[in-house]
């Protein structure tokens, strides 16, 4: 059972979900998934349940300790669901299985089906030579033997025909009836009033013992191309949890021979925090770490998407399931089980397919209904046929048009009952929720996996719909735009400013960059290591500093060799009663207009000098601003620096300076993001797509953006950010290239739009394919479905709609 925080940033009086993730078998269509979600949020305790077809994984969230696992699980298959609770590593309670591993169940399943398939295809091949004519007798005889082909019909019901008839019996009795159920009947059906006819040849009808097995043989061929296709929607998921090491070579004693020490082969789940793991050329990493011992270079293409290998040596950082190529290395274990980055990416993209669009609500309505309408529509087709339909038009009835129903023996005539037995059979095994239930999971199904195999975590059908509908995109500036590796420009004391201010406050013999490095000591901000760097450029001490205190947004503060020391912009010395001259202002207005950063310095209560940092652009900030601008899409620059300082980025990237929003603490960021939310856009390209409100996306980095993540309605994460950004944002960039931003909207969109597709045609396919099979063309035209078409139209239906979902995959040669 993994549990999962539901958020890092959940409100103090919310109580804490946990998720239970359930691996489900026996589901067949949307009604089944209907049936499942029905019967988990009907357990006490259970807050919601989401259940994917096409996975065949159920995500419950309850209270922490609410809800027993093994007991959900019990429930489902006490009504014909076999489920068991998926448990860290994979495992079950107590490490024995009572079900077959999910992809080894695939397997089976395909196993079966194929064998399944063969004899039905045999069955169908002698069932139809029988209407060769004079060919079928010559060769065989027995070919046009009537009770020949009532035994095919048996033998197809009871051996190929037959896992459909329990399932849809017992999706009956559980008042759950599903499209097997409608199988079922539609053949049964056909069966027995076949049956009756060689019975009772007195009464005049017809044979048509054909039509359950070419009903069976073409559905069991389109559920098998089926399933070959959703495992091919699987595969990019299944190569992810592949990469997941299974083997770590522990360092028993790294203190007494350090690498050159044996070491023992374990199960990689069992490597603790800090303990040694010795990896050799063409190993995966087990677990993340750091390197502490020798020198490679590994292949992170898994990570990240990108072939280059990354040279790694003592103090860089690792990950598990990436391949080690060149050099043995000893690394210190840093993270573990769960926890490394590779089990959280599989967390992310596993619970991203359970997340579902709003867009399937409508199917999932339709979904819970749907079997009971079929039934519904097929008894009115047999009672308007029977009692109005064959009357009306009696002389069409019996014209030649009804031979497209069946394949009639020559003595018996069209009789009413049996012309409307077999348009409401028709009905019954047309209509397909199947294609409903599959139209948004392999879609979503594809594309998460997609976007994991190039380092793109997008995590969910609803973050799809929400990428669908953006307009506005606003970027932090600091690590986002820019590399977030900033330097050090200017160094300026007040005597240097022209002013006649004493200095004599600065504790000698220690310069301003010493005391500034000293004060940003105690914390992680890129300016703090732009100002360390510096001092350490410089090869100069860094004095001690104790009693820090950092206001995230304006600055810290520590006292330096007994004095108070304070860094920070005009905000934070202006909170501490602290003066600034003109002069001071002018030059920092100049170093803003540049695009610099100014960090002012005040000791004991004084201004006594400012530094200037300066950030570049990332390479490809320009591109990425350009193509999401030429998508229809607003970009905007939200920074806590001066208005100076951020338009010059701004207009190095071409942005209005309407499109700026300087000078807003982190505190104050998520609010900034709602006002943009309630104020609606600026006219744009797609502005007739656009809703009255904004539909506005974040992308940022650090801790102090996750707010403004939370509250965007698309959040976009750089991995080289803090974890609380990761686990905020909707969606995660792993390779740290903001030209990930412009792939991951145009994937979104592109996976929402095989979404919308889908649907459409799962809806479409009903909406026409009933009523041609209750006989609407019939009396214009002639023209109506034998219950045999009916069944490859709806085999068809399905197949089609997985197929359009790997179409996704033509997206794989884009950059």
């Not at 860290?88 to 024995?96: E, F, H, Q, R, S």
């Not at 669009?357 to 749907?370: E, I, R």
Request: glycine share 10%; proline share 5%.
């Amino acid at each position: 059972m993994q549990l999962v925080p539901k958020t890092k940033l959940a409100p103090e009086f919310d109580p804490i979900l946990e998720k239970i993730i359930l691996d489900v078998g026996g589901m067949k269509c949307a009604g089944c998934v209907n049936a499942v979600e029905r019967q988990l949020t009907q357990h006490p305790g259970v807050k919601s349940a989401c259940v994917n077809l096409a996975t065949e994984v159920a995500v419950v969230e309850s209270e922490t300790g609410a809800v027993d696992a093994d007991a959900l699980a019990q429930r489902l298959t006490a009504v014909g669901f076999p489920t068991q609770p998926r448990k860290p590593n994979g495992t079950v309670a107590g490490g024995i299985s009572t079900l077959p591993d999910p992809a080894e169940r695939q397997r089976r399943e395909m196993r079966s089906s194929v064998r399944q398939l063969a004899i039905a295809a045999i069955l169908l091949l002698l069932s139809g030579s029988g209407h060769f004519g004079n060919l079928g007798s010559s060769v065989l005889p027995v070919l046009n033997n009537i009770w020949f082909h009532c035994g095919l019909a048996t033998v197809a019901l009871l051996i190929p025909g037959r896992p459909i008839l329990v399932d849809g019996w017992l999706g009956w009795r559980r008042n759950a009836p599903n499209m097997n159920t409608l199988v079922g009947l539609g053949t049964l059906t056909a069966y027995v009033a076949s049956l009756v006819a060689l019975l009772f040849p007195k009464m005049g009808w017809e044979c048509f013992f054909d039509e359950p097995v070419m009903m069976l043989g073409f559905i069991l061929l389109g559920r098998t191309l089926e399933q070959q296709a959703r495992g091919r929607a699987a595969a990019a998921f299944r190569k992810l949890l592949a990469l997941q090491p299974q083997v770590a070579r522990l360092i028993a004693n790294p203190e007494k021979g350090g690498m050159g020490s044996s070491s023992v082969e374990i199960p990689a789940e069992q490597v603790r925090v800090g303990e040694w793991v010795q990896v050799l050329p063409g190993d995966k990493i087990p677990v993340d770490g750091e390197v502490v011992v020798g020198k490679t270079t590994v292949d992170e293409s898994m990570l990240t998407g990108e072939a280059v290998p990354v040279i790694k040596q003592p103090g860089d950082a690792v990950t598990g399931g990436t391949l080690n190529q060149s050099g043995a290395i000893a690394i210190q274990t840093t993270r573990t089980g769960s926890d490394t980055t590779l089990a959280r990416i599989v967390a992310l993209v596993e619970a991203a397919q359970t997340r579902k669009a709003p867009v399937q609500k409508l199917a999932d309505t339709v979904a819970g209904y749907f079997t009971y309408g079929v039934l519904t529509a097929s008894v009115l087709t047999f009672v308007f046929w029977y009692f109005f339909g064959t009357h009306i038009w009696a002389d069409v009835s019996m014209s030649g048009g009804m031979e497209m129903m069946g394949h009639a023996t020559h003595e018996a005539p069209h009789s009413p009952l049996l012309i409307s037995l077999k348009l409401a059979i028709a009905v019954m095994v047309v209509a397909c929720p199947c294609a409903l239930g599959l139209a948004t999971p392999t879609a979503i199904l594809v594309g998460t996996a997609m976007g994991a195999e190039r380092g793109l975590l997008i995590k969910g059908g609803d973050v799809l719909e929400k990428v669908h509908q953006l307009n506005t995109v606003v970027f932090d500036k600091t690590g986002t735009l820019t590399t977030g590796n900033p330097i050090v420009t200017d160094c300026l004391l007040i005597e240097q400013m022209g002013s006649n201010e004493p200095h004599s406050l600065l504790p000698t013999p220690y310069s301003l960059i010493q005391l500034a490095a000293a004060v940003e000591s105690g914390t992680h901000h890129p300016l703090a290591r732009a100002i360390q760097q510096e001092a350490q450029q410089q090869q100069l001490s860094i004095p001690d500093a104790v009693d820090f205190h950092t206001e995230p947004g304006l600055g810290v503060s520590a006292v330096v060799e007994g004095k108070i020391v304070l860094l920070g912009n005009w905000d934070w010395l202006s909170w501490h009663g602290i003066a600034i001259n003109e002069t001071a202002q002018q030059v920092a207005q100049d170093l803003a207009t540049d695009g610099k950063t100014v960090v002012c310095v005040a000791v004991g209560g004084t201004l006594t000098g400012l530094i200037a940092v300066s950030d570049t652009l990332r390479p490809d900030a320009q591109s990425t601003v350009d193509k999401l601008r030429q998508m229809g899409l607003r970009v905007m620059l939200l920074s806590g620096d001066r208005k100076e300082a951020a338009s010059a980025i701004a207009k190095q990237l071409g942005l209005d300076s309407a499109d700026v929003i300087a000078g807003v603490p982190p505190a104050k960021k998520a609010a900034a993001i709602k006002s943009l939310q309630q104020a609606g856009t600026k006219a744009t390209p797609n502005s007739s797509l656009l809703t009255p409100n904004s539909v506005v996306a974040m992308v940022g980095d650090g801790i102090n953006d996750a707010p403004a993540l939370s509250q965007a309605d698309v959040g976009i994460a750089l991995h080289s950010g803090t974890d609380v950004a990761m686990e905020t944002a909707e969606i995660v960039l792993m390779r740290d290239r903001l030209n990930d931003v412009v792939e991951s909207i145009q994937l979104s969109r592109a996976t929402f739009n095989k979404i919308r597709q889908n649907l459409f045609w799962a809806f479409a396919y009903n909406t026409v394919g009933i009523p041609l099979a209750a006989g609407v063309l019939f009396p214009s035209l002639g023209f109506v479905l034998n219950p045999s078409g009916a069944a490859a139209l709806m085999a068809f239906s399905s197949v089609s709609v997985v197929t359009n979902s790997i179409l996704l995959r033509r997206l794989a040669h884009h950059p």
